[in-house]
């Protein structure tokens, strides 16, 4: 997956984990509680990992423009 879609994979987990952690406290599931709990770290997680994508990114941009500038 690319950086972008990475990142919105993330976003839309979380945002679901939250819908679902809500509807869970709302009919007393624990079971559901938990599971959107889950959703939600899961989409943290992607998110986190598109944001790193980018950073390598950029990192590998701006080497090689250093390279390209002493050549």
Not at 7 to 12: N, T, V, W, Y
Not at 13 to 24: D, Q, R, T
Not at 31 to 52: D, H, I, S, T, Y
Not at 62 to 70: R, S, Y
């Amino acid at each position: 997956m690319g950086s972008t879609s990475d990142k919105a994979s993330g976003i839309a987990n979380k945002a679901a984990g939250n819908i679902k952690e809500g509807v869970g406290k709302a009919v007393g599931s624990e079971q559901m509680q938990a599971e959107g709990k889950a959703q939600q770290m899961k989409g943290e997680a992607q998110k986190a990992m598109g944001e790193a994508k980018d950073k390598v990114k950029d990192v590998a941009n701006k080497a090689n423009d250093a390279v390209q500038k002493k050549f």
